[in-house]
């Protein structure tokens, strides 16, 4: 069965949430980068609902990325438009960048880390997510801790994501909730081993 990349949500919540335009007569490519990623995101979210969205998708992320090609939150999104649609190759290759670029933003490491897990590659995902760990910085502590424990969980390294679990909900209480709803996705997709571990550690 496939692996589920759980990680896509958390980035699409920032910037759905943190992006706005701003009514000016004179166009900035860095607001036109901004806008034309929040549309084409709001399209990937719901890209396995048609292939209009999918190309909609397509459309809104390469403009950004004409408006502003070395922005770093365009880059994730254009990487993980190319993970949706199988490009791997040239998703890996903006992850490789985005964290050389932003050495001291481990939100990025999560990223790379969870498409490298979802790649099948554990070694080398939990190198990503503990490097974003060890940055320390609160901001993205607790997506690296649920991220690396899914990781781990999908691996067959329970020792490793009880740990994660255990510092997650040590660290944020509320995120029970969001291990709860993953562990719904577990069990619909008809992954009840997982689906079942996520449940028992929320109960902790």
Known sequence: MKKLLIIF???????????????SDEFDPEKAALARM?????????????????????????LAAQYSPNNPQVMLAMAM???????????EMI???????????GLYHVHYGA???GRDRYQEAKEQFQQSLDLDRHRWKADAYEQYGYCAIQNN??????????????YDAN??????????????KGDKKIANYLFSVTNK
């Open 9 to 23: 949500s958390c980035f699409l919540i920032i910037i759905l949430s943190g992006c706005q335009m701003k009514n």
């Open 38 to 62: 929040r549309l084409g995101l709001g399209y990937l979210a719901k890209a396995n609902e048609s292939e209009e969205n999918v190309k909609a998708a397509h459309y809104n992320l390469k």
């Open 81 to 91: 438009f190319d993970q949706h649609v199988g490009e791997y190759n040239e998703a």
């Open 95 to 105: 992850y490789k960048r985005i964290t050389l670029m932003q050495l001291g933003n």
């Open 115 to 117: 498409f490298l897990c």
């Open 157 to 170: 390294d329970r020792k490793t994501a009880d740990l994660m679990f255990k510092q997650l909900f040590q």
């Open 175 to 188: 995120r029970r909730d969001n291990v709860i709803k993953t562990a719904e996705l577990y069990k619909n």
